[in-house]
């Protein structure tokens, strides 16, 4: 009964909250004549959004794809250097300075030379920088994680003489997958971002960043707010799995 | 899976130290000397507890026979190989203050993680641990989560997993420390119980007097700064037959309670608050 209430309390509160956002947006922009230049409204951004499903969904396709490629790649390589990092403590040392310039500097602003390096009809430059973009907080959530074992369950391990793969498949990944998860659900976020404002600084059309540019500069502005909508609805289903996944990895948790 | 035969003939202490130091060197400060010098035997199926205020090493002592820390100088031998053949070959099962049970396991997938560990077949695993599960009287419980147990049916998950590879040597660091009064006798009773049908030996940290008398077959009193054993005090409690609840209230009990306080004390007891928890 109660969980009744509760899920439709956080289902349909911001539901309506949204519609009514919506409805106001809409009456605002007829009811003080707003330019659409400025802020084009809700209509007719769905107007555009569906009569150009076709083209927002290949656009979609094409910039997903980049996010995806980098995710994947930028994870795998921030899992395997924290594994490193937590098994030599001296590389962690060595590498900090250049993952605390990598935090800092925005990686997005290498489009230009990676364009350059491996030229503006591939697509290579805006996986590297979301895969850049993606290391970074796999990278250092992992290592966290691998260092969050509890000292009796290493004991454990030890007594038991378990091997180095057996301890790391028992102990040291179960301890540390909310921690890689954690860093997976920022890294989603940041993939599809950088992939996207890559565009922005040149490389081949097709993809939102693009599309976006162009449909602006073409005063076309509901339809570059139509890919706008696009662009959220890839970021939030790259949250949304990524969410998924570490809920469904940590089932059997007590919730912290 | 049939218990371990393998007790050596040629030497027949399930524990032997012999002149064992442990100091502990810590940058920039005086290097602390946890134990200086210990000797202590302990036979095959006796149970032999621990005691002493805190800093006194008898944790430390235990850990070193666990080859989980190297003595500074002395030896160890467990069933007549060094501390770490005996860890290798899996000679003893161990349980610590925490349960440390892995929380993504089930309870029944807990207890089999030494047997999964050393390659036991599926089928035997399932069959130790069933019967495990019935021994520590959690039969229900096996497809149950950690966190959705007690602190006393964890610890008790913890005493099972230890037993699990039908060790002849059982090391338990203080393992009812965390339980409240109540289920803390009560463990000590299935310990008692679980002694008697495995036929293991046991080293028992522990703070509590009432605890050590009445599990035990000897109390080992040791004292800090640095840890040394002050006495060793036979306890002539009777067979785990004789040792049911009563015996807590048995003139035998209390004398054995005072002998150890005296002990720890250093000073004949005098007070009348016999058999009371003084830990």
């Known amino acids: 009964m109660r969980l009744h209430f509760t899920s439709a309390r956080m289902v349909v509160a911001p539901l309506l909250l949204g519609i009514a956002v919506l409805a106001l947006w809409q009456l605002a922009v007829v009811a003080l004549e707003i330019k659409p230049f400025v802020l084009p409204g809700p209509a007719a951004i769905a107007d555009q959004f569906f009569g150009n499903i076709d083209n927002v969904w290949t656009a979609s396709a094409v910039t997903g794809w980049n996010a995806l490629v980098g995710l994947v790649l930028g994870a795998i390589a921030g899992v395997l250097f924290a594994t490193l990092a937590a098994v030599w403590p001296v590389l962690d040392e060595l590498s900090a300075p250049i993952v605390a310039a990598l935090a800092v500097i925005p990686i997005v602003a290498l489009a230009p030379v990676l364009y350059t390096m491996y030229g503006a009809g591939a697509e290579t430059a805006r996986q590297i920088i979301a895969a850049i973009a993606v290391f970074i907080p796999v990278y250092l959530n992992s290592l966290r994680g691998f260092r969050q074992v509890r000292p009796v369950h290493r004991e454990l391990m030890h007594v038991y003489a378990a091997s180095g793969i057996q301890t790391a498949r028992n102990v040291t990944l179960p301890s540390s997958l909310p921690f890689i998860f954690t860093g997976l659900r920022i890294a989603s976020s940041l993939a599809v971002i950088s992939a996207l404002i890559a565009e922005y600084f040149g490389g081949p059309v097709g993809g939102l960043g693009k599309s976006i540019t162009s449909a602006a500069s073409s005063s076309n502005y509901s339809l570059a707010w139509a890919y706008v909508l696009g662009s959220i609805l890839v970021g939030l289903v790259f949250y949304s799995i990524t969410l998924g996944l570490e809920k469904f990895v940590s089932r059997h948790r007590p919730t912290p | 899976m049939t218990r371990k035969d393998s007790l050596p003939v040629t030497d027949a202490h399930a524990v032997k130290v012999t002149g064992v130091s442990r100091i502990f060197s810590i940058k920039k400060k005086p290097p602390v000397t946890a134990l200086e010098s210990v000797d202590l035997t302990v036979a095959p ?81 399932r069959s130790r641990s069933t019967e495990l599960l019935e021994l520590v009287g959690l039969g229900d419980f096996g497809d149950s989560y950690p966190d959705q147990l007690s602190g006393g049916m964890q610890q008790r998950v913890a005493i099972a997993r230890a037993l699990a590879e039908s060790p002849n040597l059982l090391l338990m660091d203080e393992p009812f420390g965390a339980l409240d009064e109540m289920t803390r006798e009560r463990m000590q009773n299935e310990l008692i119980r679980i002694c008697a049908e495995t036929r293991a030996a046991v080293v028992f940290v522990t703070h509590s007097i009432p605890e050590a008398v009445f599990l035990s077959d000897r109390v080992v009193v040791m004292s800090p700064r640095p840890g040394r054993i002050r006495s060793v005090l036979p306890i002539r409690l009777g067979g785990p037959d004789d040792r049911s609840e ?23 007891d005098t007070g009348n608050a016999r058999g009371v928890d003084t830990r």
């Open chain 2, 45 to 125: 199926g006796e149970f032999v507890s621990l005691i002493g205020p805190s800093g006194c090493g008898k944790s430390t002592l235990l850990r070193l026979i666990a080859d989980l820390d190297q003595p500074t100088a002395g030896t160890i031998e467990v069933f007549g190989k060094t501390a770490r053949k005996a860890r290798i070959d899996q000679d003893y099962g161990i349980a610590f203050q925490q349960a440390g049970l892995l929380p993504w396991r089930t309870v029944r997938a807990n207890i089999e993680l030494p047997l999964e560990l050393h390659k036991v077949g599926t089928a035997e695993r």
């Open chain 2, 246 to 268: 009563h015996i807590r209230e048995d003139a035998a009990f209390f004398d054995g309670v005072s002998a150890v306080r005296e002990s720890l004390h250093g000073t004949p």
